[in-house]
């Protein structure tokens, strides 16, 4: 398996959680106590930052 620059391999732990890596966090402005949408795809998730008023 090849990973690309702007893909990071991460570990599903034993209750379905994922650690969004530090850089795509920074990339993204995704700060402690953020909300993301996860959207299901036919074979991805796509996780994106939501803003809540």
Do not use: A, H, W
Not at 22 to 45: A, C, E, P, S
Request: hydrophobic share 40%; proline share 2%.
């Amino acid at each position: 398996m090849s990973v690309q620059e702007n893909e990071v391999l991460v570990k599903i732990t034993s209750v379905g959680s994922i650690s969004i890596p530090k850089q795509f966090r920074k990339q993204m402005d995704i700060q402690n106590g953020d909300y993301v949408k996860v959207i299901l795809g036919k074979d991805r998730l796509l996780i994106r930052k939501v803003i809540i008023t």
